[in-house]
């Protein structure tokens, strides 16, 4: 967890996606998701606290928007047996992202906010998040696209993860998911 807030103090993102893996060779992964995410939902806290500022608020509204219909998604998933349908899916979002960011063409750029990006980049959050606390590669798609500098990203990304701490904590504990204490 230590590594995983590290990396999340200095990028951002991506405590999930060191910790959740790391987490699963120790415990069950019904349990090291919602550890991730409360860890997670800390550190956003913080940061929105220090960086407040230089949230964009519009991005950040329509992303937990379309997140909170995502979530139950993952919920489901996680707690069924096609957990390698989400496995796959995060795969292929990482290695496409990474394919199109190497191929050397000038990327998308959204020069404002694109209501259609920002709703299936926060629903794809939500499912990615609700079933493995894993939000962060879709956001950092359209962040990307939209060009934000390290200080905006960092924030925006932060004011995502703060606002929907309610509902995370409300997915972890989501009645009848097994995942209740």
């Given at each position: 967890m230590f590594i995983a807030t590290l990396i999340r103090s200095a990028f951002g993102f991506g405590e999930a996606l060191v910790a959740v893996p790391l987490l699963a060779f120790c415990i069950p992964l019904e349990i090291a998701a919602p550890l991730a995410v409360l860890v997670s939902i800390t550190i956003a806290g913080i940061v929105v606290v220090q960086d407040w500022k230089h949230i964009h608020l519009h991005s950040t509204g329509w992303l937990v928007f379309s997140t909170l219909?995502?979530?139950?998604?993952?919920?489901?998933?996680?707690?069924?047996?096609?957990?390698?349908?989400?496995?796959?899916?995060?795969?292929?979002?990482?290695?496409?992202?990474?394919?199109?960011?190497?191929?050397?063409?000038?990327?998308?750029?959204?020069?404002?906010?694109?209501?259609?990006?920002?709703?299936?980049?926060?629903?794809?959050?939500?499912?990615?998040?609700?079933?493995?606390?894993?939000?962060?590669?879709?956001?950092?798609?359209?962040?990307?696209?939209?060009?934000?500098?390290?200080?905006?990203?960092?924030?925006?990304?932060?004011?995502?993860?703060?606002?929907?701490?309610?509902?995370?904590?409300?997915?972890i504990f989501w009645p009848g998911s097994g995942l209740a204490p």
């Open positions: 219909f995502g979530i139950p998604l993952g919920l489901l998933l996680l707690t069924s047996s096609h957990q390698r349908i989400v496995k796959g899916a995060l795969g292929i979002i990482i290695l496409g992202f990474s394919i199109y960011s190497l191929a050397g063409r000038a990327p998308l750029e959204l020069k404002r906010d694109n209501r259609a990006w920002l709703l299936a980049c926060g629903f794809c959050a939500g499912v990615l998040g609700g079933a493995y606390g894993m939000n962060g590669p879709p956001l950092v798609i359209y962040g990307a696209m939209r060009r934000w500098s390290a200080q905006h990203f960092r924030a925006t990304l932060q004011g995502y993860f703060c606002p929907p701490a309610s509902s995370a904590w409300a997915a």
